[in-house]
Structures are given as structure tokens and as C-alpha cells.
């Protein structure tokens, strides 16, 4: 059954700016008191007294704040800093790039530009910083893949750490947690779009290629095999759009 229209009244926009404001104080307060991860933060009483607002209120901004993995409620001991954690965004993320296939799959294809964009564009970066051991890594995640293909095994693991790898000399752990959120909001669409057959020895020369790239330090190299690497899904997004 269909979702009926409903036109949002004034007061019910004006309550969600309201709980957009306090959940936004909440996170204030915890920077104010100088607390960081796994610190507890103060009772529902206590914020309620604090914000000058009732506890339901209070509780209610607290659970939205879960949901977007600022804090975490550990029923019968408190309220804590949480750390980070991605995995709303993936859940959100997924969610919007699924619902595009319904038409024309804008919102999918924008999140494999991101991807390709981010990959493509700190490549060289990450060559400048590859030393003999990232190098050696790299090769070996490479090694396991191709022995994963040739015994028909799915490739998504060792082509996830593979990615991870190539970008661990810049060091950097909000790249590697956001490039995860990419990935695997990737391989999510890609199995809504429907994979069809799989070619795992293409799959693993692909990665070989780049990693060949790499191992030249010729970035130009790799930046345009790392861009190619996504030539399959776009295609079937240009299917989509074109339905």
C-alpha cells in the first residue's frame, strides 16, 4: 500500500528545529566538558536540568544521537562518548543509492564518482609514501586473491583489504573508515543492479594491473587504472537510466 501524502504543519516543523537545536546543544555540552570517547556523560536529570528542558525531550534527542553514532546508551550503566562508528552512514548512504535504481540512478552513480574521485585522486599521494614493506603487503593481498579466484571463491574480502592496503601509507584513519563507507556501499548496489556471472580471474587482473601501476610509481598509471576499475558498474547504471 502506498505512503500517503501528508502536508508537514507549521508546528511540526518548528518541533523538529527545536530537536535539531538540542541534539546539537547535547553535543556541545560534551565538547565543553572536555569529555572524549568511552567518557560517560551526565544522567537524563542532569541534562534536563542543564538544558531546561523535560527528560522525554532530553531522551528522545539522546536516541537520535545513537542512531547517528555521536553516543552510546549502555542500558543499566549510562551514557558514553561513542567511538567512531560508520555505520549509519553506510545504512543511509545504501539506502539512498538502492532507492535511485527505482529510476534513473543519479544518487548511485554520485556515490561511485565520490568513490572513484577519492581513490583516483590520493593514488599518487599514497605512492609518494609506499615503502618496500607496504609495497610487499600489497603483493600479498594480491597473492591471496588470485589463489581465492582460482578456487572459484567470492573476491569481496580480499578486495576490500586490498584497497585498505593500497591507501595505508598516507595514514590517515578517516580516509581508510571512509573509504569502507564507499566500498561498501559499492558492493550493495552492485548486488542490487544484479551481478550476473562473474569473471574472478578478470577480477583479480584488474587489481592486478593497478598494483603493477603502483609498484612502477607511475601514478598517471595508476590513477587511470583505478578509474577504469569502475567502468563495469557504471555501465549498468547507464542501463538503468536508460530503462
Do not use: C
Request: hydrophobic share 45%.
Amino acid at each position: 500500500m502506498a505512503l500517503a501524502s501528508r502536508e508537514v504543519s507549521p508546528a511540526r516543523f518548528s518541533a523538529q528545529i527545536r530537536s535539531n537545536a538540542l541534539q546539537t546543544r547535547i553535543m556541545e555540552l560534551i565538547l565543553e566538558q572536555g569529555l572524549d570517547v568511552g567518557d560517560a556523560l551526565p544522567t537524563e536529570s542532569e541534562l534536563s536540568a542543564e538544558l531546561g528542558v523535560g527528560r522525554n525531550t532530553v531522551r528522545e534527542s539522546l536516541k537520535v544521537l545513537q542512531a547517528l553514532g555521536v553516543i552510546e546508551i549502555r542500558h543499566g550503566f549510562g551514557m558514553f562518548v561513542a567511538p567512531n562508528n560508520f555505520s549509519a552512514l553506510v545504512s543511509g548512504l545504501t539506502f539512498r543509492g538502492r532507492l535511485s535504481l527505482r529510476h534513473k540512478g543519479e544518487e548511485a552513480m554520485e556515490l561511485i564518482d565520490v568513490r572513484q574521485a577519492l581513490e583516483s585522486g590520493l593514488i599518487g599521494s599514497a605512492i609518494e609514501l609506499m615503502t618496500a614493506e607496504h609495497l610487499a603487503d600489497l603483493r600479498a593481498t594480491m597473492e591471496a586473491m588470485e589463489a581465492a579466484a582460482a578456487k572459484g571463491e567470492a573476491l569481496a574480502e580480499h578486495d576490500a583489504e586490498f584497497h585498505r592496503r593500497l591507501y595505508a601509507p598516507l595514514n590517515n584513519e578517516l580516509l581508510i573508515n571512509l573509504m569502507d563507507v564507499f566500498w561498501q556501499v559499492y558492493r550493495q548496489i552492485h548486488q542490487a543492479l544484479g551481478s550476473g556471472p562473474v569473471n574472478l580471474e578478470e577480477q583479480a587482473r584488474v587489481h592486478w594491473d593497478i598494483y603493477e601501476a603502483v609498484e612502477k610509481k607511475d601514478k598517471a598509471l595508476a590513477s587511470e587504472r583505478l578509474q577504469r576499475h569502475f567502468d563495469g558498474i557504471r555501465l549498468k547504471l547507464k542501463d538503468v537510466a536508460s530503462r
